[in-house]
């Protein structure tokens, strides 16, 4: 069973602070993902990674970078958060050129902005 | 560009009965994937299961099937002899890009009630 694992749970910021989300994946699969969920947006995506070194642009970028340091972990990482920013996060990886050709997500991380 | 769109907000069903969970698609590729997962109240999102465009059958993985409507762009989720545990907003997605360069473009969700 493919596992993805995030952290932190729960986390509760200060406007200005800045912010890591760190993601662990024991999948050996290529490609990363990190999404943001908020009603009546459903899941949008934030940036993603081919593989160890690389990450790209997703729909919403502005305000978050990224960092995948190894197959296994990538990073999103808030600078200077602000109380926009207060969502909830999940992670994903996924392995398009096998038969999974699926992604499998992380339990999602709850972010607060004071 | 690739659009997935799905038009009902909630569902509510009696436990027991089947029920048809509705998203049309937008693609311009020959060959595509189809994609539903649920998200239970815990917030967890699983994936269910997959429909290769290139495929004639429709999909089916225990009480999930899928309607394929190729010409009319439609990839219906049908859950039969649903269960209260089924109660969870449910996500359609279709794969844009190719290889590893591929992410997921998905609906904003359609969420479904199981009453006993």
């Known amino acids: 069973e493919a596992a993805v694992t995030q952290s932190p749970r729960n986390k509760v910021a200060v406007t200005g602070g800045k912010v890591t989300l760190s993601c662990n994946q024991t999948n050996n699969h290529n490609n990363m993902y990190w999404y943001r969920q908020d009603t009546g947006h459903g899941l949008r995506l934030i940036h993603y990674?081919?593989?160890?070194?690389?990450?790209e642009k997703g729909d919403i970028p502005d305000g978050y970078k990224a960092s995948r340091p190894s197959q296994e972990n990538f990073s999103l990482i808030l600078e200077l958060a602000t109380p926009s920013q207060t969502s909830v996060y999940f992670c994903?990886?996924?392995?398009?050129?096998?038969?999974?050709?699926?992604?499998?997500f992380g339990a999602g991380t709850r972010l607060s902005v004071l | 560009a690739q659009k997935v769109t799905q038009t009902q907000t909630s569902i509510s069903v009696m436990e027991k009965t089947t029920v048809t969970m509705d998203c049309v698609y937008e693609?311009?590729?020959?060959?595509?994937?189809l994609f539903w997962y649920k998200q239970t109240a815990s917030g967890e999102i699983v994936f269910l299961i997959r429909q290769d465009s290139y495929k004639k059958e429709n999909a089916t993985v225990g009480h999930y099937s899928l309607n394929f409507q190729k010409p009319k762009s439609s990839i219906g989720l049908i859950i039969t002899a649903t269960q209260i545990e089924d109660s969870a907003v449910y996500f359609c997605a279709m794969r844009e890009g190719v290889g590893d360069n591929s992410k997921l473009i998905w609906g904003l969700g359609t969420s479904l009630v199981v009453n006993p």
């Open positions: 990674s081919y593989g160890a070194g690389s990450t």
């Open positions: 693609t311009q590729d020959s060959s595509y994937f």
């Open positions: 994903a990886s996924g392995d398009w050129t096998t038969s999974q050709n699926t992604l499998y």
